[in-house]
């Protein structure tokens, strides 16, 4: 479990809170869409859960993060990143850049944390079955599709063996097959008990993926549900986040004078 | 001069030809020095002290034969050394270089800063050929005269290197969320093959080595 007691954070030099009171609460197996306009403090969360705010970044932290009832704020980083994991945008980015092949890639980060070459050999083959990416083994990671690259990136990040997982914004630079490989990767992640945080602009992906939303403004949560039902929300608009197409199609229909009782 | 050929054909040209690695090599190394070659070429050969064979004069500056062969020993000897260093990096795979080091017990942040920098190099001419493309999309005359391709680069170099400057902060909060940071070794998944020959190559460099050092404190000089 995921939890964040009454946390608020300042970027360092920042005058105004980044995250401002923010309790929630992830449990196992759980995948928890978080959205909100631009400058709502949504990749600001993820640094914080994944532990990388403040101690990497900088800036002040009030309030706790626990896994499974345990502070963080403790630990050091090596042991947090074998507990939470944390995936960005960029799949270019998140790669070592030192690997010749996939397989190696994927060991990168168990192999940092210096366990017998057994356990570091039977974690990426886990991980590599996991997101169903044997195949690309022996792959040079710099010549794989954006979405090749993204899942080879969590693949690394679930060797590591953490049972949370915060994506931030995993599908922003993947074309529609792409965004459908994370989408398949994150619910075989749930399956298999990882809890889950997916901050995502493309609201149809949290649609599939989450069945609990939460909508972030001014770094304060502002709404938080059901996800079918909150994405559905016109206020989402107001907030700047795009609806899920079928909603959009679904008011389209109804704004040109159609029954939504028939199209039910 | 004597020195400096038999190097160049032992050394690099003699392993190259093995590694079937010549062409490459030639080029990279003719690259590699043409800058340092072409003032060493000039200031020696028309301002070389004490010349007397003159080659021929143009007016206050006077060519050489004396000038001109020690132009020529010190490019050879900046051939052999840019060779050597280009056959190093043509024959040696960076990943197998710094796994090995490695397990020798150099720094894994050492070794992954010596990977890296050699691995970014590819990556950094694909990123500015993306942007090349982008740019002359935008209109942007890459060619033609030489101040019309000077005038180009200017809208190429900026996007490169702040684009990199962009990544490194995404890339450190990467590498630190993968335990980078942690102390102590890394787990090696593998283990660079090292063939006796190798290894007997090795121990030849430095036999050699040894032997040139006292042959020349015993006053050996090559003609």
């Not at chain 1, 946390?7 to 309790?23: E, L, Q």
């Not at chain 1, 599939?208 to 559905?232: F, P």
């Not at chain 2, 690695?21 to 990279?28: G, P, S």
């Not at chain 2, 996007?159 to 102390?183: D, H, K, W």
Request: charged share 20%; proline share 6%; net charge neutral.
């Amino acid at each position: 479990m995921l939890t964040f007691e009454s946390v608020t954070y300042r970027h360092a030099g920042g005058v105004r809170p980044a995250i401002d009171d923010v309790s929630l609460e992830l449990g196992e197996g759980e995948v928890v869409g978080l959205v909100g306009g631009n400058g709502s403090g949504k990749s600001t969360l993820c640094l914080i859960a994944a532990g990388l705010a403040p101690r990497i970044v900088g800036g002040t932290l009030s309030g706790r993060i626990l896994i499974d009832g345990e502070d963080i704020a403790p630990m050091p980083m090596h042991e947090l990143v074998a507990r939470v994991a944390i995936g960005f945008d960029d799949p270019w980015t998140q790669l070592s850049g030192v690997t010749g092949t996939v397989y190696e890639e994927v060991a990168f980060g168990p192999a940092n944390l210096g366990m017998p070459r057994d356990e570091l050999v039977s974690r990426v083959d886990a991980a590599l079955s996991s997101l169903a990416i044997e195949q690309l083994a022996a792959r040079d990671p710099a010549h794989l599709s954006g979405g090749q690259q993204q899942l080879v990136a969590i693949a690394g990040l679930l060797a590591m063996g953490p049972r949370h997982i915060v994506l931030d914004e995993p599908t922003a630079q993947l074309d529609p097959s792409g965004t459908s490989l994370v989408a398949n990767a994150i619910e075989r992640l749930a399956s298999e008990g990882a809890s889950v945080l997916v901050v995502e602009h493309k609201t149809d992906l949290i649609a599939r993926v989450a069945k609990r939303l939460v909508v972030l403004a001014g770094g304060t949560i502002v709404m938080e549900g059901a996800a079918a039902e909150l994405l559905a929300d016109p206020r989402l608009r107001d907030l700047g986040v795009r609806e899920p197409s079928a909603v959009r199609l679904r008011r389209r229909l109804v704004e040109a004078g159609l029954d939504p009782v028939a199209l039910a | 001069m004597v020195g400096p050929l038999a190097l160049a054909g032992l050394v690099v040209l003699l392993p190259a030809a093995v590694a079937r690695v010549v062409r490459k090599l030639l080029r990279a190394t003719l690259l590699l020095t043409l800058p340092v070659a072409t003032s060493v070429l000039v200031i020696n050969v028309l301002f070389f002290p004490g010349g007397r064979d003159v080659l021929f004069q143009a007016g206050p500056v006077t060519a050489t034969r004396e000038g001109l062969g020690l132009a020529i020993e010190v490019l050879l000897r900046l051939l052999v050394i840019s060779g050597a260093i280009s056959l190093f990096y043509l024959t040696t795979s960076a990943a197998e270089l710094t796994t090995d080091l490695e397990r020798r017990g150099v720094s894994p942040r050492l070794a992954f800063v010596a990977n890296a920098s050699v691995q970014s190099v590819p990556a950094m001419l694909e990123r500015a050929a993306a942007i090349i493309e982008a740019q002359r999309a935008r209109g942007l005359d890459t060619e033609g005269g030489p101040l019309a391709r000077a005038r180009g680069i200017v809208p190429i170099v900026g996007p490169v290197i702040l684009g990199a400057i962009g990544e490194v902060e995404q890339r450190t909060l990467a590498l630190e969320a993968r335990g980078f940071s942690r102390p102590g070794p890394r787990t090696l998944l593998w283990h660079p093959a090292d063939r006796p020959i190798e290894r007997a190559a090795r121990w030849l460099i430095v036999a050699a080595l040894v032997a040139l050092l006292a042959a020349r404190a015993l006053g050996w000089h090559p003609a």
